[in-house]
């Protein structure tokens, strides 16, 4: 099982950046998706997650309304779009599967996890 997510980088407060994560070696469908963060000296924290049709999402409240999460089950992948980003959302953001029907915020319904990518709002 592998999880590759992409499309981290620098930009700065007010921009937006688009995170892919692609999945290989499970049964994308039957996963729900979840994206977690964690910024330097804090714990990881959820961002936001997709059950496994698509049809239902929440996220935190730190970016409710800025983040969007998608999915695609043909292409086995799940990305998360930032809009109107803060220096707050830097941190390093993290794809992970969750086999089963509840999502949940939880990170340990969680049992696979990409390696991560760098996302970084600074002037």
């Known amino acids: 099982v592998q999880l590759q997510a992409s499309g981290g980088g620098l930009v700065q407060p007010g921009g937006s950046l688009r995170l892919s994560c692609a999945a290989s070696g499970l049964t994308f469908r039957q996963y729900v998706m979840g994206w977690f963060r964690q910024a330097p000296g804090k714990e990881r924290e959820f961002v936001a997650y997709i059950n496994r049709t698509g049809r239902n999402t929440a996220y935190a409240d730190s970016v409710k309304g800025r983040f969007t999460i998608a999915r695609d089950n043909a292409q086995n992948t799940v990305s998360l779009l930032m809009d109107n980003l803060k220096p707050e959302d830097t941190a390093v953001y993290y794809c992970?599967?969750?086999?089963?029907?509840?999502?949940?915020?939880?990170?340990?319904?969680?049992?696979?996890w990409g390696q991560g990518t760098q996302v970084t709002v600074s002037s």
């Open positions: 992970a599967a969750s086999y089963g029907v509840v999502p949940g915020s939880d990170e340990r319904l969680y049992n696979r």
